[in-house]
């Protein structure tokens, strides 16, 4: 069966139909507590029967009980486990045929949980029809058929179709669109008694075509070359798209010198103009390694449900290709899952396979993927994750373009507007809102045990941070401990009271959604509180700990499903507001001490104090100083200026400590501390 790409389950029906047990029959758990403890390949599906999940194990029903009894840790497994209604299995000899099973599979089914190409097109490759008396070069996009050889996939078609001109400027060969080389070889495949003399009979039968006037044609079409000759240049062809390109520059160099020493000068000009195009390429390079070594490197980004996957294609030390891949999961799917099923699906298109794959993270299963890709190969091929050095440098490097090719994607699909929309109606739906949430307001409570109490308010309008309207608050209630029930009646009092309704930094309008950073008791105060001003506004309340939404009509709280857009834009809201409130609460915490870290050094006083901050300056310039440099300020002695010293010393650490448990900072809002 192979079914639609496109097919998407329905994640909110539950499966599409009733569980087995429902229907009399054994219960998912039973039928897996029967699969055999053999190697294989295990398929899940939903109610409709379509496959939405395929794995391979070594021990096939331990594996699957992992996903029945839910201890598979990754997130998205309890949210497949409530599709799935039914399952199948295929065993096979060893965990490596498993692995080529598992990746077959995948290409028939496409299944929805599993990490693909975005957009599941076949992506354009250079191929040599090595099966013909005179092989040819193309580009094409088709599957991969017996007697023909690929180099890439590349992402770039136009940068394909540029290498292959390119290359035979160097390396003259017949492409595959030339109609003359079609009608020699229609001939050839017509007459098999005439290979052997094959280029005496095309001499008397064809005609030069235009390529071969201008040298980028070896005159197949007239019997200008022999099929001796003709099979050297392919095999430089092919080891110029190996990236072995120091081979094809010393034959050309000797081939240069014996024309030149037989006095066929236009011979060896043309060798050398060739010379030049290959030397030329070099020069291009940007990222090289100082050894000529084989290898590539796969980086990753992420964003919420869609990533991209870049490789330095690098061939005797020089990079000859950078590829880019939009996946179909992100950050949705754990890091390890998402290298390997890239890792598969990538090798298992292309050919040129090198001696070395590095990648981000380590792999559970680098040992077999190694055999894997050893036997595809020919040679040893290895999976290495590269902690430091020039390898690691270039793999950070090739994260850094896969973020610029996702976020080039996202612009150019309107991708990001696409899933804001997506996210807003989820959640007018999962709400009950009246309508889509446009502007979102979210309150978060920041304190250290009721000291520097501060609250912030930011603001998403049309699913987008708007930064403008963010505002923050210094709680005046005076708390023993920390209360964040009272602080946040006391903050929304304040936002949502009568003049700050009327005030245009507030927009003069109540928002579509209010949504509170935290459970039951943050979710009920704010209830309190509106209640109190009169005014209905749709509010709720996200816990931390398992992204539940806490809602006022409803006990249970609301789950929104794993990897949606809405849950990613709510977890957005909220990660946000906590942000912008503990970077208020560090910077008051931090002016704080600034003032009064000198009194409590002991023999430090009022003057004493005055003195030394005329002195220096700053606070800036004080923590700078040495014990010596404390001395030198007037009334100061060695002992008490030692004890500065050490104190700004421990304060320093307490301030790297706090740096160190909270993300960066971004330019402050207007404050409503009046």
């Not at 094409?140 to 078609?157: I, L, N």
């Not at 070889?185 to 071969?212: I, Q, S, T, W």
């Not at 994260?399 to 309107?414: C, D, F, I, K």
Request: charged content about 30%.
């Amino acid at each position: 069966m192979i079914r639609d790409p496109g097919y998407v389950p329905d994640l909110a029906s539950g499966g599409e139909g009733p569980l087995p047990e429902a229907r009399g029959l054994p219960s998912i758990a039973e039928q897996v507590g029967q699969v055999p403890t053999s190697p294989g390949c295990y398929l899940w599906k939903d109610g409709k029967g379509e496959v939405i999940y395929v794995g391979k194990a070594k021990n096939l029903r331990s594996r699957m009980l992992q996903y029945v009894n839910l201890t598979d840790d990754r997130a998205k497994i309890p949210l497949m486990m409530q599709i799935v209604r039914s399952f199948d299995y295929v065993v096979v000899e060893s965990e490596h045929e498993a692995l080529v099973l598992e990746r077959n599979l995948i290409e028939q089914y496409h299944p929805y949980f599993n990490v693909d190409f975005k957009d599941d097109k076949s992506y354009p490759c250079i191929a040599i029809t090595e099966s013909d008396v005179y092989p040819a070069i193309k580009y094409t996009r088709e599957r991969h058929k017996k007697g023909t050889r690929y180099f890439g996939p590349y992402t770039d078609a136009r940068a394909a179709r540029e290498t292959i001109d390119t290359l035979r400027k160097a390396v003259p060969v017949c492409i595959a669109t030339c109609a003359d080389w079609k009608r020699a070889r229609r001939y050839l495949e017509g007459h098999p008694d005439d290979v052997a003399v094959a280029n005496m009979v095309l001499a008397k039968r064809g005609r030069p075509c235009f390529d071969y006037h201008v040298g980028r044609g070896p005159g197949v079409c007239c019997g200008a070359i022999t099929t001796v000759d003709y099979a050297k240049s392919i095999r430089q062809v092919e080891k110029f798209l190996s990236g072995k390109r120091g081979e094809i520059i010393r034959e050309l160099e000797e081939q240069m010198r014996e024309a030149a020493a037989n006095l066929e000068f236009e011979r060896a000009g043309r060798l050398k103009r060739r010379l030049e195009v290959i030397s030329g390429l070099d020069d291009k390079q940007q990222v090289t390694f100082p050894t000529s070594v084989n290898i590539d490197l796969v980086g990753i980004y992420r964003e919420e449900t869609i990533s991209c996957a870049c490789v330095f294609v690098v061939r005797e030390g020089r990079t000859i290709r950078t590829s880019e891949f939009i996946l179909n999961k992100g950050m949705d799917v754990d890091e390890v899952e998402l290298v390997e099923g890239f890792v598969k699906r990538y090798y298992d298109e292309t050919a040129d396979i090198p001696s070395e794959v590095d990648v981000t993270v380590d792999l559970p299963d680098a040992e077999l993927l190694g055999e894997w890709l050893t036997e595809k190969r020919g040679h040893v091929c290895r999976l290495h994750r590269p902690r430091r050095g020039e390898k690691s440098h270039l793999l950070e490097m090739a994260s850094r373009n896969a973020r610029h090719a996702l976020m080039r994607y996202m612009v150019r699909t309107g991708y990001a507007d696409d899933r804001t929309n997506q996210a807003l109606l989820q959640l007018e739906s999962a709400l009950a809102l009246d309508a889509p949430p446009m502007r979102i307001e979210c309150f978060d409570i920041s304190t250290l045990h009721g000291a520097f109490t501060v609250a912030s308010m930011v603001v998403f309008t049309n699913g987008r941070a708007d930064k403008g309207q963010y505002r923050r608050f210094k709680i005046r209630t005076e708390l023993d401990e920390a209360n964040d029930f009272v602080s946040m009646q006391e903050v929304l009092g304040r936002r949502y009271s009568p003049e700050r309704m009327a005030d245009e930094r507030f927009a003069r309008s109540a928002p579509d959604l209010l949504v509170v950073d935290g459970g039951k008791p943050q979710l009920t105060a704010a209830l309190t509180q509106l209640e109190e001003l009169g005014l209905d506004i749709p509010v709720c309340g996200l816990a931390k700990s398992d992204e539940e939404v806490f809602v006022p009509w409803d006990d249970t709280p609301v789950v929104l499903p794993s990897g949606s857009a809405s849950l990613y834009l709510i977890k957005q809201v909220r990660d946000e507001s906590h942000r912008f409130a503990i970077t208020f609460h560090r910077e008051l915490r931090t002016k704080a001490q600034s003032v009064s870290i000198l009194d409590e050094v002991e023999g430090v006083g009022p003057k004493r104090k005055k003195a030394i901050m005329r002195h220096f300056g700053s606070m800036k310039r004080l923590r700078a100083a040495s014990p010596e440099e404390i001395a030198e300020v007037k009334g100061v002695p060695e002992s008490v200026a030692e004890e500065i010293w050490q104190t700004l010393r421990a304060w320093d650490r307490e301030a790297r400590a706090i740096a160190s448990a909270v993300e960066p900072t971004v330019p402050a809002a207007p404050s409503d501390s009046g």
